[in-house]
């Protein structure tokens, strides 16, 4: 029979204490080789424990893996999310900003020599590159009118869908496609988007009073073309849906099925249209053959035409879907947003309120942990349409 753990280190102090150091070294290989497994180990037991809603817990299992390997990317990017849902925006961006050296997050990193904007050092020029997905790019672009009262010059490279959304909202931005070829001399710093709020958030409170709001703005004649094909009559109680994630890992915990939501057609005067992106709206056709429900569609691709999805936005009354990019697009412009949330993702923010302080017009209706059933929270999201 093997050695258990402690004995092997109990045998380790005898020849320690016997003088027998280079003995005792060899003795203890075994141990010292599982501490990257043993951090692993408390790093997926905090992640557990997040997702069934345990903040204590999976805090408390962040940071013993830190303590284990204090130089661990992955164990402190973890601590650092659960710091910054938390509240504590010190431990929080520090965390946060290990995520470039981590092997979870897979978002490529501009290859420059520019120096990283800093908030003292005086820099005239800044370049702010994208990460993450649609999402993200859109709720940090919220802080880019305060990076442009630290800077004379802010330009942005964006996701080429988002280009034009913001610039026509904030035109004093210079937003360019993620891909443009930019010379490194026409800037004297840089910083990934997600940074900026390092710089600025040191506390819940600094976030809704600096955030921009009303920063992303519609076409006005596409608004009206698709008025026009959706046939909305001045009496239509307009609710735009998406019921489902296309993230790869986390996207089935943070959907529903669209039958789920079958409520909201019993609302006076509700005319529904889909905001659905990517596969899941294959769901639309069995659904209302199923239900006899009709689910309006417009001639808009919703992934790739962000234009387009702005567009049917600014014609409905009210959004309810799930932690997607439809929330980040109708709650940066202003829209009355009801999210089904899976309470994963830290900047939603609703420790102490419903109410998300990145978009004020976004409400929050999270359910116990990332197995319960949505139905409380659909039925509560239902109730708020019919008084609204």
């Not at 994630?245 to 529904?272: C, Q």
Request: aromatic share 10%.
């Amino acid at each position: 029979m093997s050695k258990s753990v402690s004995d092997i280190y109990n045998d380790a102090v005898k020849q320690a204490d016997a003088d027998q150091f280079e003995e005792a070294i060899e003795t203890l290989k075994p141990i010292t080789e599982l501490t990257p497994l043993l951090r692993a180990a408390y790093t997926q037991r905090g992640r557990c424990h997040w997702e069934m809603h345990r903040w204590r817990e999976a805090r408390e299992s962040f940071e013993t893996a830190v303590r284990i390997e204090p130089d661990n990317a992955d164990a402190w990017w973890s601590l650092g999310l659960i710091a910054l849902q938390e509240g504590d925006f010190e431990t929080g961006w520090k965390g946060y900003e290990r995520r470039w050296d981590s092997q979870a997050f897979k978002s490529p990193k501009l290859v420059t020599k520019l120096p990283r904007w800093e908030a003292d050092k005086n820099y005239k020029s800044v370049l702010v590159w994208p990460e993450q997905g649609i999402g993200d790019q859109i709720i940090y672009s919220s802080l880019l009118q305060e990076l442009r009262h630290h800077c004379e010059k802010v330009t942005v490279m964006i996701d080429i869908r988002l280009v034009e959304l913001l610039k026509r909202a904030t035109p004093w931005i210079n937003f360019v496609r993620h891909d443009a070829k930019l010379r490194n001399s026409d800037f004297d710093s840089q910083i990934p988007i997600a940074s900026i709020g390092s710089h600025f958030i040191k506390s819940s409170k600094d976030i809704s009073e600096l955030v921009a709001t009303g920063y992303i703005k519609s076409d006005l004649a596409r608004v009206d073309q698709i008025k026009n094909e959706l046939d909305i009559k001045p009496d239509d109680f307009v609710i735009g849906v998406s019921w489902a994630s296309t993230a790869e890992k986390i996207g089935p915990h943070k959907s529903v099925k669209l039958e789920e939501l079958v409520g909201l057609w019993d609302i006076p005067n509700a005319k529904i249209v889909s905001l659905q992106y990517g596969k899941p709206d294959y769901d639309i056709e069995p659904f209302e053959a199923k239900t006899g429900k009709k689910i309006y569609q417009c001639m808009v691709n919703n992934f790739f035409d962000l234009e387009g999805v702005a567009a049917t936005i600014s014609n409905c009354n009210a959004v309810v879907s799930v932690s997607n990019a439809n929330v980040h697009i109708a709650g940066a412009m202003g829209k009355p947003v009801y999210v089904l949330d899976a309470n994963k993702l830290w900047y939603w923010n609703h420790k102490d309120s419903n109410r998300s302080l990145f978009y004020p017009s976004v409400k929050l209706f999270p359910r116990e942990h990332m197995l319960a059933p949505w139905t409380d929270q659909i039925e509560a999201v239902i109730k708020e349409l019919r008084r609204s």
